[in-house]
């Protein structure tokens, strides 16, 4: 293997792990984003909030037909 192929290769490694890099702390802001909202909601003591949090879709629509 040549020097110049060589050196391209070690680059695009070098790029994929600081892609890789960057996805990893997006992920991980993300997870904490979400964490903490769960704390707060967790620490709420309004159940019809966390009722809502869980199940978004239910109450939403009421079927006035009878």
Not at 8 to 14: E, F, K, N, Y
Request: aromatic share 0%.
């Amino acid at each position: 293997m040549d020097i110049a192929l060589m050196s391209m290769v070690l680059s695009q490694g070098q790029v994929q792990q600081q892609a890789s890099m960057s996805v990893m702390k997006m992920a991980m802001g993300d997870a904490k984003h979400q964490g903490d909202a769960l704390q707060k909601l967790m620490s709420t003591s309004d159940a019809s909030v966390i009722q809502r949090a869980a199940q978004p879709h239910l109450g939403g629509n009421i079927d006035l037909k009878g």
